[in-house]
Structure formats: C-alpha cells, structure tokens
Antibody, heavy 120, light 106 residues
C-alpha cells in the first residue's frame, strides 16, 4: 500500500526555525514527485511546491518561493518542508501528497497532515 | 499563473438531489483537471482525474466532465456521506487549486 506519513504537530514561536517531514512507503520513492499543500484555518488548499526525489528537482509556487525550502532525502524516503524564520501567518495545516504518475499531475495519496501553530 | 474559479462557493442541497459544481480555468488546461472531496479534519480525497476518470473505489454517482477552460463535477444522487467541501485542481502548468465549494445539507 502506498502511504505517506507526516511528522507530528508543532508549536513554535515567531522567528524560530522548523522542518517537518513526510515519509513515503510502499513504492519507489525516487520515481514520483511529492508536493506540499498549505491549508490555513478555515480556508482552502494552496499549492506550495513539488520535488522529484530522484534528482531533487524542485518547483515552487511563486507565492511561496523564498519563504520555504522543500528538500528530500532519498536514502530514507523522506521529503521535507522547512522554514528558517516562522511567522504567525505560517499557522496552518500542511499536507504532503504524491503525484501518482512520473510527472506532475493530480495528488494521490495524501499524508495525514501536520498542524503547525506559530504563536508568541 | 493559471487561476481556477469554482462556483458556487457554497451550496445547500438535500439527500437524493442532483448537484453540479463548476470549475473554470483562466486559460486552456486541456483535460488536466482533478477533483477532491475534503471533510473537516481530514486530508483531501481524490475523486476524479483527467477531468472525467473516476478514481478506483469512488462511487459511480460522482462524475466529471469538461475540456479546455470549463469543467463540472456532478453528484447524481446526494448521499449523507457526500456533504463536504470540494476542490478542483489544474495540473497543466504547474498546479493550482480552486477556492472550494462547501456542500451543506438543506
């Protein structure tokens, strides 16, 4: 079974750094793009960017370029989303999801989500 | 960037109703469109890909159609489990979601 399991909820202060993870299993991790999607409280889905773990090719949404870093460690089948300096406006649920073909497309499956709360 | 506009933003309907949600793209995306269902506190669930292909395990009362810039998701006979928020997503260049349609019980 193809599965993405995300790291647990985080509570951070403004200005702190954070790296959340998404571990893939049940498939060849290096062969499929993985994306990150933000959902702010009570709001819709926002695409942040995608990474191809095979060669770490990364595409960012213009809205998130420079605000976050997407990376992957293929040796442990894990993708990451990180911030160097969090803001209160980064409070949201973050989902990772896989493109089920070898090129960017629809997302399936999705991880369970990681809730990030940034508050002083 | 390609913008995706869903309508309506919210919809009240009854069990057994036929419901249609529309998604319009700001430029042609061929058939590169997916639909998702999301329930509160849960990750989105894929329903439809390539505009009209039904994901395995999704009930046949869900269907998708369209090409180019206009697309629809239809639920032929609403069931209690269908009350949720629905999103479209284009993956022509590179990825954008619609703003969502909340389907509520009348």
């Amino acid at each position: 079974e193809v599965q993405l399991v995300q790291s647990g909820a985080e509570v951070k202060k403004p200005g702190e750094s954070l790296k959340i993870s998404c571990k893939g299993s049940g498939y060849t991790f290096t062969n499929y793009w993985i994306g990150w999607v933000r959902q702010m409280p009570g709001k819709g889905l926002e695409w942040m960017g995608i990474i191809y773990p095979g060669d770490s090719d990364t595409i960012y949404s213009p809205s998130f370029q420079g605000q976050v870093t997407i990376s992957a460690d293929k040796s442990i089948s894990t993708a990451y989303l990180q911030w160097s300096s969090l803001k209160a406006s980064d409070t949201a649920m973050y989902y990772c999801a896989r493109h089920p073909t070898g090129s960017p497309g629809w997302f399936d499956p999705w991880g369970q989500g990681t809730l990030v709360t940034v508050s002083s | 960037d390609i913008q995706m506009t869903q309508s309506p933003s919210a919809l009240s309907a009854s069990v057994g109703d036929r419901v249609t949600i529309t998604c319009r793209a700001s430029q042609s995306i061929s058939s590169w469109l997916a639909w998702y269902q999301q329930k509160p506190g849960k990750a989105p669930k894929l329903l439809i890909y390539k505009a009209s292909s039904l994901e395995s395990g999704v009930p046949s009362r869900f269907s998708g159609s369209g090409f180019g810039t206009e697309f629809t998701l239809t639920i032929s006979s609403l069931q209690p489990d269908d009350f949720a928020t629905y999103y479209c997503q284009q993956y022509n260049s590179p990825v954008t979601f619609g703003q969502g349609t909340k389907l509520e019980i009348k």
